[in-house]
């Protein structure tokens, strides 16, 4: 029997059967010191093993287990459908787990709610504030349109800017509304308004006031720097200028 | 009359209320699951505690047990082994294990024969602490089927794993264990010529 023969049968062998070894085993035990080691350690755990459980034999659960047992079934007996309720030795979060889980429950619905009514509130109040910033917004004096002699806030006119107010028709009637009359200026000689860079352009649905007042002359037409220039300017809604146009001195 | 049912009889008229059937079938159950408690634990307290939840858990969850998957002993262990396993992550019995495995020996020691050698008292304890110290996959496989005297089939019916499984954890296990006492013997020589002695007689 070589090496490999006798542990490939011995590992075949439960502990006790390795205490009583067969004849080829020991001989081959006997032969090489390896394997007589190894057999010699294994027949000591066995007799180890046998003493441990020798004088465990005999050891059992106290009487007040099967008390404590048979008084908790009389009280339960066999409830299959009963949740399991934990046992007095489960650690107390385990115990509180199921609280936990309906207060965590709870915390979800309740940020739920509170977020919906965040939401809703955020909704209504930018909803309003754009007609209460509108009605709140000077209306513009056509009798007597603003005449301004610094605007230091207004940027010169760039001329040549392309971008055009989106909504420059709307605009141009309302200007007509607003001051076509004393300003005698008609839509067809009307020089086009020009917009504003840096500036949110405007929406067809927002309110703007067209404005007539003067403006520096630099880097519009004029010559000299101390001269102003009558321009009609579109004020939005949050009060800044979004286009301008140079109304013609001719027909002022 | 009762105690010539099997296992599974004996639940089954436990499930309908029989408190006689459950008195046996406990009587006969409990002490395999508390040795196999007290063996992976090192401490009765441990033991006693996990006999209790093991029958409570069968109290309440007895309908659970389906004979077709094995038979009600190994269920037991594996329930057992559920709750060893807990009772030692809670790490209150990990002091105790250290501490009370002392008690638990020396309480052996106490219980002993007079006429029992000491080489015999001195290499079980020895071995029960070398037991408690292998890693715990191991240790379950011994307690289970060395200590326990299972086939390879229950024990892997109780641990949930194939029997090739067992096999090699229990084969590896030995050797960890044959080490493990070898070196003890080492370290107290006098108590190795007895133990060799003994072993070759």
């Known amino acids: 029997m070589t090496c490999r023969e006798f542990k490939h049968s011995a590992a075949s062998l439960?502990?006790?059967?390795?205490?009583h070894p067969g004849d080829e085993q020991l001989i081959h035990a006997e032969e090489c010191p390896k394997c007589g080691s190894w057999l010699d350690r294994q027949q000591m755990l066995a007799a180890s093993m046998q003493a441990l459980q020798a004088r465990t034999a005999s050891r059992q659960a106290g009487p007040q287990v099967e008390r404590a047992l048979l008084r908790m079934f009389r009280q339960d007996p066999f409830e299959a459908t009963q949740p399991v309720a934990a046992h007095r030795s489960a650690p107390i979060a385990f115990r509180l787990s199921r609280f936990f889980e309906v207060g965590a429950y709870v915390a979800v619905a309740a940020a739920i709610v509170v977020g919906l009514f965040l939401g809703v509130r955020l909704l209504e109040e930018r909803s309003l504030r754009a007609p209460v910033q509108s009605q709140s917004s000077p209306a513009p004096a056509p009798q007597a349109p603003a005449v301004v002699n610094v605007a230091p806030k207004l940027e010169p006119p760039v001329l040549s800017a392309k971008r055009r107010v989106a909504s420059r028709s709307a605009v141009q009637n309302r200007f007509v509304k607003a001051s076509g009359a004393t300003a005698g200026i008609s839509e067809s000689d009307d020089p086009e308004?020009?917009?504003?860079?840096?500036?949110d352009p405007l929406s067809c649905s927002t309110d703007a006031q067209v404005v007539r007042m003067e403006v520096p002359a630099t880097g519009a037409t004029a010559d000299h720097d101390t001269q102003t220039q009558l321009a009609d300017v579109v004020v939005g809604y949050d009060g800044v200028v979004r286009a301008m146009r140079i109304?013609?001195?001719?027909?002022? | 009359m009762l105690t010539e049912l099997t296992d599974e009889q004996l639940l089954s008229q436990a499930l309908d209320g029989d408190e006689d059937a459950f008195t046996v079938l406990y009587r006969r159950r409990q002490g395999p699951v508390y040795r196999f408690a007290l063996h992976m634990s090192g401490s009765s307290h441990v033991a006693e505690e996990v006999t209790q939840d093991v029958f409570v858990f069968l109290i309440r969850r007895g309908r659970d047990f389906d004979s077709n998957r094995g038979a009600l002993g190994a269920f037991l262990f594996g329930v057992a082994r559920n709750y060893v396993r807990r009772s030692l992550e809670r790490n209150y019995s990990?002091?105790?294990?250290n501490s009370s495995?002392?008690?638990e020996a020396h309480a052996l020691v106490i219980e002993d024969d007079p006429g029992d050698g000491i080489a015999r008292r001195q290499t079980s304890t020895a071995l029960w602490k070398a037991v408690l110290s292998l890693p715990e996959h191991y240790r379950e496989v011994v307690v289970l089927c060395d200590l326990q005297e299972l086939t390879y089939a229950q024990a892997a019916e109780a641990l949930g794993c194939a029997i090739g499984t067992i096999r090699s954890r229990l084969h590896r296990a030995h050797d960890m264990l044959g080490k493990?006492?070898?070196?003890?013997a080492a370290v107290a020589p006098g108590r190795v010529s007895r133990v060799?002695?003994?072993?070759a007689s």
């Open chain 2, 196 to 199: 060799t002695a003994r072993c």
């Open chain 1, 14 to 19: 439960t502990l006790w059967e390795l205490s």
């Open chain 1, 193 to 199: 308004y020009v917009a504003l860079m840096f500036c």
């Open chain 2, 94 to 97: 990990d002091a105790m294990v």
């Open chain 1, 247 to 252: 109304v013609n001195p001719n027909l002022n």
């Open chain 2, 101 to 103: 495995a002392d008690d």
């Open chain 2, 180 to 184: 493990k006492l070898q070196h003890s």
